[in-house]
Structures are given as C-alpha cells and as structure tokens.
Nanobody, 118 residues
Framework: QVQLVESGGGLVQAGNSLRLSCALS????????MGWFRQAPGKEREFVAA???????NYADSVKGRFTISRDSAKSTVYLQMNSLKPEDTADYYC????????????WGQGTQVTVSS
C-alpha cells in the first residue's frame, strides 16, 4: 500500500515562508499525481495545489502566485513552498496521491499543522 508522510509544518509570522514535504513509499512515485489540501478550523477541506508526474501544476486561486508545488522523483517527495503567508493560510495541510488511471484521490497523509500569526 502507498504511504504518505508529511513534514515541515509549524508556527510562522505573517509574511514569512514555510516549506512542506511529503514522501511517498510503497509504489512507483511517477505513477501518481500528487496534491496538497488544507482544512482550516470549522471549514471544509479545500484543494491547494497538485502536480502531475510530468511536472504540470495547478493551484487554487487563493494561493496562486504565493505557493509553489514541486516534486523530486529521486526522493519520491512532493513539496509545497509557501511564501507570503497570511493568517488565512492557517490550517491542517494534507498530502494526497492519485494514480494516473484514477479519478479520486486515493491516498492521504496524516496531516501537518500550519499556523500563521498576525
């Protein structure tokens, strides 16, 4: 089975940066589209960013221009570089994997908490 392990969350001041990492194990990394989702307190889970095995990326409008998703095939790891962080970015962030042949996000990480203070 695929396992996803996130790291890199923490407490930062507004305007600063943070980088999240998510390592995949158990299956071939290049068979999966990788994504990041987040859930703020009292709110629904929302899509943040995704990247395909060939490097094509897309972002939610709320983070476009501030966040960058990337992947390192040698390390089977996807990253989310978060710049110009705002208090509104405070949430639990989850890494997810979707096989190239599937329409659903099949695998999820345990989550990592990001808190942005004013």
């Amino acid at each position: 089975q695929v396992q996803l392990v996130e790291s890199g969350g923490g407490l930062v001041q507004a305007g600063n940066s943070l980088r999240l990492s998510c390592a995949l194990s158990g299956r071939a990394f290049n068979s999966y589209t990788m994504g990041w989702f987040r859930q703020a307190p009292g709110k629904e889970r929302e899509f943040v960013a995704a990247i395909t095995s060939d490097g094509s990326a897309n972002y939610a409008d709320s983070v476009k221009g501030r966040f960058t998703i990337s992947r390192d095939s040698a390390k089977s790891t996807v990253y989310l570089q978060m710049n110009s962080l705002k208090p509104e970015d405070t949430a639990d962030y989850y890494c997810a994997a979707r096989h190239v042949a599937w329409s659903r996000w099949e695998y999820w990480g345990q989550g990592t908490q990001v808190t942005v203070s004013s």
